[in-house]
């Protein structure tokens, strides 16, 4: 049979993943003529074939991808014939359309760590080898396409023999934009505070392992800014960190030197090793093992589960080399402040660190570790930074305008949605400080820049107050022509999920959270709604308490305690003898008693994080938080799978009364047994609202971080669905809020 032509397109992540070398072997192994590009909507291929070879030469396509690339279209059409000669990569030029994705960092291959550590290799212990296959993508890049002059590397001129690997199709590094080695590319320094440190390149490492392993706290300069490390057996090392960064108890993540490491420290499913050694290598929250005695207290007190990772750049495997032993690896950054990307920014910690581990290839793009846990099996993501980040979305219909949705104003993100995907930009973190809002601006230009995007539409949650808010206002006051939608948060929270999934249709969602604006003004956060892409019906809420002083009450669980004892017994909870009444003095409790019972600063709440607070503070766990999700932790770990039964609750007429808990969980002697009730408690909630309806059971809000509510849920309701690619908390926000775009027209 006649060879006919064929024109190939192929969309996915398929640039700068090695895919055209990927294409041109197999084209050759087939004998067949043509050619591949890139173009604007991802690989372009032409091939003169029979529809039998096609076949076969596609399906080998699919089943023998590049580690990094994935497919999501394969158009194939017979054009008019052409001749070829061989088969070729053509390199193009082409502007246009900027539809095609830029790939997220990945950790290093292993036959890039094979190199290494060869003696015989001419990159043997450069501590920035790469290829196509591993390395560095999105911190560097500037703008698309994905091409050496528009990365960070473009200020390293390859050496001739990186060259020629660069421009040979056959090579593993042909168009690794990172690649270099130590006659070309990036080099490491060591400083101290004030300067830099005369040492050799090639002991470098070594001089920076003594002083971590002296018990010095060292920044060294990773993938997406800059990491805090110490020894993390080293008692004082930690304590002195912990003290420098003013941070009492909120657990450090630890890098470990592999899995065997690993599993000395925590206890680790299949699933959960798989995830720690995928390329992507986020910190993975595990179960500390009680048995290892070698770990600093200070890691993670009072905490039974520890947040591990695994090396994922050449230079932590260098630094493992020699250390072997576990490293706390904490981002350097000012509490609320984005993480430091650059050596001015880091010199505001100088009072943290001891030395920096620098190196001078820029990062363009400021970008976090990635943080996962694994929940009955599900796969369940509370940071998604590294490795992930930026992700592209595919949603089960097209949105009528160009999107920018501007997230929430915790752990946030934004994306920008345009046909039917939305790219969500990587965690971003708290706007709460000025420093913050303006990375969160740089975060909106890079992918405005990258994307050739300008929004049409512009979808911010409808709280006043959140720095988002204010942006976008700011945005749409000088954009005349711009389209303006504030989104209810619960509501953004539940659509994410339905994209996410691509559900369509009704689904019952409920969004239990901290708080988020409602449409009656007030602060959200135990919500039942049934929703579909067109709007919501709120079917149900946890009744209205008062958060006593606002966002003190936030941070402060016995004052959310102690509403809802004014709440259930009046005046005279203030003669309860329990560990809430305790917490504070008795001129205290008179003030606060008089600003519950006015109503003075005390906005109404429906939240279930504050409940979780609440709790903690009624039992005696935890009366003031020292960081976010502080009580629920705590909650966790007195949980006790054995404990059976339930506290009482009200509904009725769409409004949970959480009061008899209250008075069942102070009439209760046991801590353990008051703490699983009390999670008992909120999956009868959820069944007994739920049972009425047959629709999908979505679950979405900060609270569904918390493994063992999780971990019920899904026992209970075998169709739970929480968000897998989306954090369930307000970091996932911008993808609901880029859905419900397709509302203006
Ligand atoms: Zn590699
Ligand atoms: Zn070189
Ligand atoms: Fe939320």
């Given at each position: 049979?006649?060879p006919?032509?064929?024109?190939?397109?192929?969309?996915g992540?398929?640039q700068?993943v090695?895919?055209?070398?990927?294409?041109y072997?197999?084209?050759k192994r087939?004998?067949?003529?043509?050619?591949?590009?890139?173009?604007?909507?991802?690989?372009?291929?032409?091939?003169n074939a029979?529809?039998?070879?096609?076949?076969?030469?596609?399906?080998?396509l699919?089943?023998?991808?590049?580690?990094?690339?994935?497919?999501?279209a394969?158009?194939?059409?017979?054009c008019?014939?052409?001749?070829?000669?061989?088969?070729?990569?053509?390199?193009?030029?082409q502007?246009g359309?900027?539809?095609?994705?830029i790939?997220?960092?990945v950790?290093?291959?292993?036959?890039c760590?094979?190199?290494l550590?060869?003696?015989?290799?001419r990159?043997?212990?450069?501590?920035?080898?790469?290829?196509?296959h591993?390395?560095?993508?999105?911190?560097?890049?500037?703008?698309?396409?994905?091409?050496?002059?528009?990365?960070?590397?473009?200020?390293?001129?390859?050496?001739?023999?990186?060259?020629?690997?660069?421009?040979?199709?056959?090579?593993?590094?042909?168009?690794?934009?990172?690649?270099?080695?130590w006659?070309c590319?990036?080099?490491?320094?060591?400083?101290?505070?004030?300067e830099?440190?005369?040492?050799k390149?090639?002991?470098?490492?070594d001089?920076?392992?003594?002083?971590?392993?002296?018990?010095?706290i060292?920044?060294?300069?990773?993938?997406?800014?800059?990491?805090?490390?110490?020894?993390?057996?080293?008692?004082?090392a930690?304590?002195?960190?912990?003290?420098?960064?003013?941070?009492?108890?909120?657990?450090?993540?630890v890098?470990?030197?592999?899995?065997?490491?690993?599993?000395?420290l925590?206890e680790?499913?299949?699933?959960?090793e798989?995830?720690?050694?995928?390329?992507?290598?986020?910190v993975?929250?595990?179960?500390?093992?009680?048995?290892?005695?070698?770990?600093?207290s200070?890691?993670?007190?009072?905490?039974?589960?520890?947040?591990?990772?695994?090396?994922?750049?050449p230079?932590?495997?260098?630094l493992?080399?020699i250390?072997?032993?576990?490293l706390?690896?904490?981002?350097?950054?000012?509490?609320?402040?984005?993480?430091?990307?650059?050596?001015?920014d880091?010199?505001?910690?100088?009072?943290?660190?001891?030395?920096?581990?620098e190196?001078?290839?820029?990062?363009v793009?400021?970008c976090?570790?990635?943080?996962?846990?694994?929940v009955?099996?599900?796969?369940?993501i509370?940071r998604?930074?590294?490795g992930?980040?930026?992700?592209?979305?595919?949603?089960?219909?097209?949105?009528?305008?160009q999107?920018?949705a501007?997230?929430?104003?915790q752990?946030?993100?934004?994306?920008?949605?345009?046909?039917?995907?939305?790219?969500?930009s990587p965690?971003?973190?708290?706007l709460?400080s000025?420093?913050?809002?303006?990375?969160?601006?740089?975060n909106?230009?890079?992918?405005?820049?990258?994307?050739?995007f300008?929004p049409e539409?512009?979808?911010?949650?409808?709280?006043?107050?959140?720095?988002?808010?204010?942006?976008?206002?700011?945005l749409?006051?000088?954009r005349?022509?711009l389209?303006a939608?504030?989104?209810?948060?619960h509501?953004?929270?539940?659509?994410?999920?339905m994209?996410?999934?691509?559900?369509?249709?009704?689904?019952f969602?409920?969004a239990?959270?901290?708080?988020?604006?409602?449409?009656?003004?007030?602060?959200?956060?135990?919500?039942?709604?049934?929703c579909?892409?067109?709007?919501?019906?709120?079917?149900?809420?946890?009744?209205?308490?008062k958060?006593?002083?606002g966002?003190?009450?936030?941070?402060?669980?016995?004052?959310?305690?102690?509403?809802?004892?004014?709440?259930?017994f009046?005046?005279?909870?203030?003669?309860?003898?329990?560990?809430?009444?305790q917490?504070?003095?008795?001129?205290?409790?008179?003030?606060?008693y008089?600003?519950?019972?006015k109503?003075?600063?005390?906005?109404?709440?429906?939240s279930?994080?504050r409940?979780?607070?609440?709790?903690?503070?009624l039992?005696?766990?935890?009366?003031?938080?020292?960081?976010?999700?502080?009580?629920?932790m705590?909650?966790?770990e007195?949980?006790?799978?054995?404990?059976?039964?339930?506290?009482?609750?009200?509904y009725?007429e769409?409004?949970?009364?959480?009061?008899?808990?209250?008075?069942?969980?102070?009439?209760?002697?046991?801590?353990?047994?008051?703490?699983?009730?009390?999670?008992n408690?909120?999956v009868?909630i959820i069944?007994?609202?739920?049972?009425?309806y047959d629709?999908?059971?979505?679950?979405s809000?900060?609270?569904?971080?918390?493994?063992?509510?999780?971990?019920?849920?899904f026992?209970?309701?075998?169709?739970?669905m929480?968000?897998?690619?989306?954090?369930?908390?307000?970091?996932?926000?911008?993808?609901?809020?880029?859905?419900?775009?397709?509302?203006?027209?």
């Amino acid at each position: 049979m006649e060879p006919s032509t064929y024109k190939i397109t192929i969309e996915g992540t398929v640039q700068g993943v090695g895919f055209r070398p990927f294409v041109y072997t197999l084209a050759k192994r087939f004998g067949l003529t043509g050619s591949v590009c890139n173009g604007t909507q991802g690989v372009e291929i032409e091939l003169n074939a029979t529809p039998e070879m096609l076949e076969r030469f596609l399906q080998a396509l699919q089943e023998e991808l590049p580690p990094l690339a994935s497919i999501d279209a394969i158009h194939t059409v017979e054009c008019e014939a052409l001749h070829f000669d061989d088969f070729q990569i053509v390199t193009t030029n082409q502007e246009g359309e900027r539809t095609v994705r830029i790939p997220p960092d990945v950790s290093i291959c292993a036959e890039c760590e094979k190199e290494l550590f060869d003696p015989a290799n001419r990159r043997y212990g450069y501590p920035f080898i790469t290829c196509t296959h591993c390395g560095v993508r999105y911190s560097i890049i500037y703008d698309l396409p994905y091409d050496r002059k528009n990365t960070s590397m473009k200020f390293f001129k390859m050496c001739k023999t990186c060259e020629a690997e660069y421009t040979d199709p056959l090579d593993r590094r042909y168009h690794a934009q990172p690649i270099g080695c130590w006659e070309c590319g990036p080099t490491l320094s060591l400083r101290d505070k004030s300067e830099k440190l005369i040492v050799k390149s090639e002991e470098l490492i070594d001089v920076a392992s003594q002083l971590l392993l002296k018990g010095k706290i060292v920044a060294v300069k990773g993938v997406g800014g800059y990491h805090l490390m110490c020894d993390a057996t080293n008692e004082a090392a930690v304590l002195k960190l912990r003290e420098r960064k003013q941070r009492p108890a909120k657990p450090f993540a630890v890098m470990v030197r592999d899995v065997a490491m690993a599993r000395e420290l925590a206890e680790i499913c299949e699933q959960e090793e798989a995830l720690l050694l995928s390329k992507e290598r986020p910190v993975v929250l595990l179960k500390s093992k009680k048995s290892y005695t070698g770990l600093s207290s200070q890691v993670a007190p009072n905490i039974s589960r520890i947040g591990l990772f695994l090396p994922y750049t050449p230079l932590h495997l260098l630094l493992f080399e020699i250390l072997k032993r576990p490293l706390v690896a904490t981002s350097a950054n000012i509490t609320d402040e984005p993480i430091c990307t650059n050596i001015e920014d880091l010199e505001k910690l100088q009072g943290v660190y001891d030395y920096v581990l620098e190196h001078d290839r820029r990062i363009v793009n400021g970008c976090d570790d990635s943080v996962v846990m694994a929940v009955e099996g599900q796969e369940v993501i509370l940071r998604r930074a590294r490795g992930y980040a930026p992700a592209s979305i595919k949603l089960p219909f097209s949105l009528p305008k160009q999107t920018l949705a501007m997230g929430a104003n915790q752990k946030s993100t934004v994306a920008i949605g345009f046909d039917n995907q939305v790219i969500l930009s990587p965690h971003i973190g708290d706007l709460g400080s000025i420093g913050s809002v303006v990375y969160y601006e740089k975060n909106i230009e890079t992918l405005k820049r990258v994307y050739g995007f300008e929004p049409e539409t512009i979808v911010y949650d409808k709280h006043p107050n959140y720095e988002s808010t204010k942006v976008a206002k700011h945005l749409i006051a000088h954009r005349s022509a711009l389209n303006a939608l504030a989104v209810q948060h619960h509501y953004a929270h539940i659509l994410g999920v339905m994209a996410e999934k691509q559900i369509e249709g009704k689904v019952f969602g409920v969004a239990f959270d901290g708080t988020g604006y409602g449409d009656d003004g007030r602060l959200w956060g135990g919500e039942f709604m049934v929703c579909d892409y067109d709007g919501y019906e709120r079917v149900a809420h946890i009744d209205y308490f008062k958060l006593i002083g606002g966002e003190k009450a936030i941070k402060e669980p016995r004052r959310v305690a102690l509403s809802l004892l004014f709440e259930r017994f009046g005046e005279a909870a203030l003669d309860l003898n329990i560990p809430t009444i305790q917490a504070f003095s008795k001129p205290q409790l008179r003030t606060l008693y008089i600003a519950w019972q006015k109503g003075l600063n005390a906005p109404l709440s429906s939240s279930v994080g504050r409940l979780f607070d609440a709790v903690a503070s009624l039992l005696g766990i935890c009366h003031v938080m020292s960081f976010e999700g502080e009580s629920g932790m705590l909650l966790e770990e007195q949980y006790d799978a054995s404990v059976t039964g339930y506290y009482p609750f009200g509904y009725q007429e769409g409004k949970i009364d959480i009061l008899p808990t209250v008075a069942a969980i102070l009439g209760e002697e046991d801590v353990t047994v008051a703490v699983s009730k009390f999670f008992n408690t909120l999956v009868e909630i959820i069944a007994t609202v739920y049972a009425p309806y047959d629709l999908p059971l979505v679950l979405s809000g900060g609270v569904f971080q918390n493994r063992v509510l999780l971990e019920l849920l899904f026992k209970r309701f075998s169709n739970a669905m929480v968000p897998t690619t989306i954090p369930p908390n307000d970091g996932g926000i911008a993808l609901g809020q880029a859905v419900a775009s397709h509302f203006v027209e």
